[in-house]
């Protein structure tokens, strides 16, 4: 979701997650205070992969992951870049950087 902060003169993104056949309201996922976007499925839905600028990340955003298998938790700092793309068998196998 990406709202207007019309008083900063800028735009905020986060990752609201919502079933498909509506049986639950959308839930946000990620902080509302940064900016997070890109979301990705791993291959398994067990890991929510997405960009942010949270603290803790390399070069202003970067790479994190969130438990989406029930396990829930924090969001954690993933090494490398944000994958794009995974082969059949579940392993990355593209990254935007």
Sequence with gaps: VTTVKEAENRRHSEI???????????????????????????????WL?????RPGGERGTSAWRLRADGAGGEAEAAAGPLP????RDGRVRAWCD
């Design 49 to 53: 992969w997405f960009s942010s600028s």
């Design 16 to 46: 609201w997650v919502a079933p498909t056949d509506g049986s639950a309201p959308a839930r946000r996922w990620t902080s509302p205070g940064v900016e997070s976007s890109n979301p990705r499925w791993s291959p398994d839905g067990a």
């Design 84 to 87: 794009t793309s995974w082969s």
